[in-house]
């Protein structure tokens, strides 16, 4: 792919984007049917039983704020070779393929330094599984905890075994939260996706923030639910991320790059925004 100019404004990007990445689902990407890779429908089983607004307030205060370990982002990344995540049907390579596959499409479409480096990380916090977390509290699509689920989540029959099914208060459309209060004020399912925020926090621009943060939150980025809970800070930071998920998700393919031949960029890139060693 040769490099384009890169664009002025979000807007001129979502136009570009949209006429050279597919848009959906049945051009094969997100496929979730009797079909999808073995272990995928049991991952989401799992996911949707055990994300309860008791264990998200529970596991937050094991790792926030970050204190388990320091170490540097190739550390981390060395780590990711050897993770395949089981909650996505796409593609089997290891997370680095994933990563670098995503920055490269970024950076080939001109797009700034940040934004480069918001693909090659994204998925970073994914190191959860360095420290026994199970991966169903740690990858797959997030949603609000203690409010009603969407039907527009990834298999939402599982949610009837969820034991908030149980607490009427939790399945109001609000639930615990004021409409419009934004999402820093609301629970989300805890995986890779909010532990990462809160790594990087210090190091990354706003924008990368949400990218990193409300990735894996399909349901809102791509269904437009949960519209009620948003302020408009919300809202306008969502072209963002919805700008992301083009390179995330449809840069997809099982061809891995190369990545000895990438990694000198990219290590070099990882030292503009990062010290040797952080808190995870």
Known sequence: MQPT?????????????????????????RNYNDDTRDGVMEFYRQN??????????AIRKTYLPPKTRQ?????????????VDDSDPDIELPQIAHAMQTAEAIRADGHPDWFILTGLIHDMGKVLCLFDEPQWAVTGD???VGCAWSQKIVYPEFFAHNPDADVAHYQTECGIYERGCGLDNVLMSWGHDEYLYHVVKPYVPEEARYMIRFHSFYAAHREAEYDWLMNDHDRDMFRWVRKFNQYDLYTKTDVPPDVAGLTPYYQELVAKFFPDQIWW
Do not use: C, K, S
């Open 142 to 144: 997030t949603f609000p």
């Open 5 to 29: 100019q890169p664009l002025h404004n979000i807007d001129e990007w979502d136009d570009d984007v949209r006429q050279r990445y597919p848009q959906e689902d049945e051009d094969g990407f």
């Open 48 to 57: 949707h039983v055990y994300q309860t607004v008791e264990f998200n307030q």
């Open 71 to 83: 170490m540097g982002i190739w550390e981390a990344m060395d780590y990711l070779n050897q993770l």
